[in-house]
């Protein structure tokens, strides 16, 4: 899992250009083999097999370092990505990609997109001194110090999601069915939500391998997009869960604690299992 790119800010969540490539070649001369979402997807649901040592590259969010840093390496060594985007964001806020720039990955071949949210990625208030992901939480509004009611949440979130659906059919020519939590953050409410908007597979931050006939909705993934994990690092801890070793996400100290530790949030909770998270996606 990987989220920004660039060549002058240094942030908890960007890596260089050149560790971006690095970390690509190296899982080339480490035996790895990415495949598209649609191999994982296929393989998930036992409908095909993936390679030995297959990897999924992930992008969250939607940078404009995509299109200038990532996109020219996996054209270089002719490798996919599925890339989450914040579906109101692109082409509206500085910093992130255009919709040209969406359309040229993804008639590529290379690059296959997934949602999210529309505009529905940020902390909400959930009482006078509180905050949790707005794909989760029932919003407080300190004007009337009432928080949203159930349906009220569904009906905020279910408009999120088929308006991010409806930009990706109008801008990229179809929906999809890819989509990436906000900060890791899941409940059985907001599942629902997703089915119903036409998600089908659901990508998490929890670290592990991905195993065939696993619940797709609880697709694991590794963080290798920050600064301190090396492309050694990286392949080790890939080959580490394939092999069922746990491990702990680097601490993130920038970020709230729902946001570092996704189980923190009441109502969230992950499912544990012998294998946990791989945004890279990992099979033996």
Not at 66 to 79: A, E, G, I, Q
């Amino acid at each position: 899992m990987f989220h920004n790119i660039s060549a002058s800010y240094r942030g908890r969540g960007t890596i260089t250009p050149e560790a971006f490539a690095t970390d690509v070649h190296q899982l080339l001369a480490a035996g790895f083999r990415p495949v598209s979402a649609g191999q994982l997807a296929a393989f998930l649901e036992g409908r095909h097999d993936v390679p030995a040592n297959a990897v999924l590259i992930t992008f969250d969010d939607g940078y404009a370092g995509v299109y200038s840093y990532m996109y020219p390496v996996l054209k270089r060594y002719h490798v996919p990505a599925t890339v989450f985007l914040i579906a109101g964001y692109i082409g509206k806020k500085p910093g992130f990609l255009t919709w040209p720039q969406a359309r040229e990955m993804a008639a590529s071949g290379l690059v296959t997109f997934g949602g999210h949210t529309f505009d529905a990625h940020y902390p909400a208030p959930t009482g006078p001194e509180c905050t949790a992901p707005a794909t989760v939480a029932h919003i407080y509004d300190p004007g009337t110090g009432r928080k949203e009611t159930p349906e009220e949440y569904r009906t905020r979130m279910l408009a999120d999601s088929l308006r991010a659906q409806e930009v990706f059919h109008c801008e990229l020519g179809s929906t999809t069915p890819y989509f990436a939590y906000p900060y890791g953050a899941y409940t059985p409410k907001l599942d629902r939500v997703l089915l119903d908007a036409g998600y089908r597979y659901f990508f998490t931050v929890l670290t592990g391998a991905n195993k065939r006939g696993q619940n797709p909705h609880r697709i694991y993934r590794v963080n290798a997009g920050v600064p301190e994990m090396s492309p050694e690092k990286m392949v080790a801890t890939i080959r580490g869960v394939a092999r069922g070793v746990r491990f702990k996400p680097p601490p993130s100290t920038w970020l709230p604690r729902w946001a570092r530790d996704p189980a923190s949030y009441a109502g969230a909770v992950p499912e544990q299992s012998p294998h946990t998270t791989d945004h890279l996606q990992h099979q033996r």
